[in-house]
């Protein structure tokens, strides 16, 4: 019987864990649930992925495994679109919710003809036809096609994240911190194919072979993505999603005339300076449209074209004077910046600083430094 090595451990414990988090993720019924369904199918696919691969370490004396491994590489051809939906529904609001268009899946399709053909040769003869390198060609057209379509669906994602960031100005008054988790796990999957396309460019054109940068290496990485967005999933907050739009804004069209204008000017300085609604942590501009009785899209022309800002410099401009009025009042002599910024309205150190150095240039202890110089 043939023994386990390392190499197998490794993939065993990935398939164990990505068949936990699916089940787990599944379990939370208050979090990102349209967005978590297809993170689960992710999560069970790169198992069965690792499983195929660990079919085709322990294939050569097992024709099951071997017909098996070559079936699960169709699975290759699935993660890129899965993972652009799940971007898609994790950060945009979409009714009814997004789906991908059966056009995605088809080289899926054109593996699945690819082993329906290789069941045509018995086990040795597909082994000697490989040995020949007559399947050489088929080879180099399958991988190419694997690296072409998954660096295609991480190009879509970034910009998915691109667009969520403006979004993000628009619609809310805090941020949400998706945007940089998603960045660093969708350029960690890129580095990963970097190092695919590397080993792809020393096999088919350089004639390499090496053991530290080969095609498993991909397959072992599977298991550093499954481990990392299954349990931030896990952690990870409700999100406000993104309204999405395929129509373009039309420029230079006057939403609102004189009058109207001035009464929503007039009714929003109200909201700010009386009410100080800007001291909810998690205002968005759906919230405030609701306060003045208006529609979002009234309220984001008022600010882009009348105030000439977004809606989320305009409410955190309020929230960082709220803060120096407080440490002009001494109040930072007796509580901490942090805790003065959260009373002033912010939801985070990060977010607070940020619209700080935007407003003032500074940083909030240096400015408080030259007050107490003056």
Sequence with gaps: MQSFDFIDIILFLGISQGVFLA??????????????????????????????????????????FFRIAIFVDTLIFVFGPLLYLYCRRLVFNEMPSYRLHVSNFIPAAGMIIYFIWTLTFSFDEFRILGREGKLNLLYFIIESSGLLFNFYYCFRCFQLIKVYKKEEKKNLSYSQNLAPFLSSFLITIVLFMVLWLISYVMV???????????????????????????????????????????????????????????????????????????????????????????????????????????????????????????????????????????????????????????????????YIKKLNVI
Aim: hydrophobic share 40%; proline share 2%.
């Design 204 to 366: 088919y054109f350089l004639h390499i072979y090496t053991s530290v940068i080969n095609y498993n290496l991909v397959w072992i990485s599977i298991p550093v993505f499954i481990y990392v967005i299954g349990f931030y999933s896990l952690k990870q907050p409700s999100i406000f999603r993104m309204p999405w739009s395929k129509k373009k804004n039309v420029k230079n069209k006057e939403r609102l005339e004189g009058e109207a204008i001035e009464n929503l000017k007039v009714n929003l300085e109200k909201l700010m300076v009386e009410e100080k609604i800007y001291l909810d942590h998690k205002l968005t501009l759906s919230d405030l449209a609701k306060r003045l009785d208006t529609s979002a899209n009234n309220v984001s022309w008022l600010l882009n074209n009348i105030h000439k800002s977004s809606f989320y410099d305009y409410i955190n401009h309020y929230r960082v004077q709220s803060f120096i009025e407080k440490v002009q009042k001494g109040e930072h002599h007796n509580h901490t910046l942090l805790a003065l910024s959260l009373d002033s309205g912010f939801n985070s150190k990060s977010t607070f600083n940020k619209a700080f150095k935007a407003e003032l240039k500074d940083t909030p202890s240096n």
């Design 23 to 64: 089940a787990t993720i599944q379990i939370i019924q208050n979090k990102n649930r349209n967005a978590n369904k297809v993170l689960s199918i992710i999560l069970l696919i790169a198992s069965l992925m690792l499983t195929g691969r660990l079919f085709f370490f322990r294939s050569m004396s097992s024709e099951w």
